[in-house]
T-cell receptor
């Protein structure tokens, strides 16, 4: 099964509201990253949080990490229509002896004007 | 401009044909990756290479082949043995080691006709 799983699978909110997406994972990690993908495009890195960090900010983005619960959340404040995209978490972990970046299934975020 | 270039953007393959997707990076990254993405799904790792002339299978390598003769280039061949090749293919690169951001190309759409 997937190392990282996002929740919810889809989220639709009004412009100006905050959007929260969650990611859960199964094994110990070195760090966790969040990426954004516009439809039909490549992924763009948003933020990286290391296993010894609990919270990180970048502009309107806030990421938290709870290693005891093996979960992370991405908060986008004051959402804009341009934030409409899919958001993926990726965990940097050892899988079958090799260091790999494993992506979740993503959350499809729609911001309604 | 620095970045990752994938070509072609759209490719149609007939049954029984091999096709090769190109990926070139000028970021001086050691590691390169190929991912497959099916509609509405996350990314699955096909192959990765941490250094020239070396590469490892990812989670879904069957029916695919790669080469890494140059640091800048990591072409992916989708062979006729891949029974369901219609998907979005993403190439990526990064510096070696844990915790490094992965940079993605814009992707290639492959359709079997």
């Amino acid at each position: 099964s997937q190392q990282g799983e996002e929740d919810p699978q889809a989220l639709s909110i009004q412009e100006g509201e905050n959007a929260t997406m969650n990611c859960s994972y199964k094994t110990s990690i070195n760090n966790l990253q969040w990426y954004r993908q516009n439809s039909g495009r490549g992924l763009v890195h948003l933020i990286l949080i290391r296993s010894n960090e609990r919270e990180k900010h970048s502009g309107r983005l806030r990421v938290t990490l709870d290693t005891s619960k093996k979960s992370s959340s991405l908060l986008i404040t004051a959402s804009r229509a341009a934030d409409t995209a899919s958001y993926f978490c990726a965990t940097d972990a050892k899988v079958q002896g090799a260091q790999k970046l494993v992506f979740g299934q993503g959350t499809r975020l729609t911001i309604n004007p | 401009d620095g970045g990752i270039t994938q070509s072609p953007k759209y490719l149609f393959r007939k049954e029984g044909q091999n096709v090769t997707l190109s990926c070139e990076q000028n970021l001086n990254h050691d590691a390169m990756y190929w991912y497959r993405q099916d509609p509405g799904q996350g990314l699955r790792l096909i192959y990765y290479s941490q250094i020239v002339n070396d590469f490892q299978k990812g989670d879904i390598a069957e029916g695919y082949s790669v080469s890494r003769e140059k640091k800048e280039s990591f072409p992916l061949t989708v062979t006729s043995a891949q029974k369901n090749p219609t998907a979005f293919y993403l190439c990526a690169s990064s510096y070696q080691g844990s915790g490094n951001t992965i940079y993605f190309g814009e992707g290639s759409w492959l359709t079997v006709v």
